[in-house]
């Protein structure tokens, strides 16, 4: 059973991180009083910029929405570079924390996660703000081939951090999931003018690029993803590989930060963060302009 002398710490650091106008300090804070106040309980609160959403208060991706602090530092930057798009890939959906958000900037989302508790919880978000025809759930991992792929699910801890680069690692908790190509999904569904693209897929980036080939050739989209060096190297390439591929389509590499992107940078070293891809036709946009760091 709840604690209540949890649920009412954990209600009222909520009001805190979500009211105050103080910046600095918030993450560790939430961290420093959760760590106590975590339990294993879901809750179905409003957020403040993602609408209502069923939470896991035990999982770590998911904990920093109830507390309206996820990702605070990138996401201004993140909703200026996709404002205004026709169409928004969201590939590695989690629970729809970044489609929900991509719903109020695009006129249509495709969202993919082939982890079936994520992508179960991710149609219940959008049920809940009675998005059905505005968000598309697709229950596959996108990749460069067809089939099926073994993934690796994490036992405890983030539970959306599922891979396929974690398999060989977690031969305990693996499961089989189904993969496609992102060119052969967007061909049968006759998709059109795609103009950002999000992928959060632990390591497997890469792969999934090399099955968009088309995609990247033709509509050239604005492309979001996150470089964790321990999950590339796992998988067998590095930063490199990454910007050499998309440098082949003419993209360029930038560093997203709370006041807007840096770069172009040919020698990232990530840890574990954010970068946009960008073409000359990108950067000549006054939305990017604006983000743009001097």
Known sequence: MPSTLKSLARKALRFYLTNTPIKKGRYPLMMLVHNWASESVTVEVMTTDRGKMKLDLDDMAQFPLYYN???WRDTPTIMKLAQGSRVILDIGGNIGQMALLFSQLAEKVYTFEPIPDMANRLQENIDLNHLGKKITLTRVALTNMTGKITFGLPPKGNRGTGSTILAEHLKHHTIEVDAMILDEFIAKNSITGVDFIKMDIEGAELFALQGMKQLLASDQPIILLEMTISMMTQAGYGPQDLLAFLGGFGYECYE????????????????????CFLTKKHVSLQKVKETILN
């Open 69 to 71: 602090i996820y990702e």
């Open 256 to 275: 997203i930060t709370k006041n807007g992107i840096k770069g172009p940078l040919f020698d990232p070293k990530p840890a574990s963060e954010n970068y």
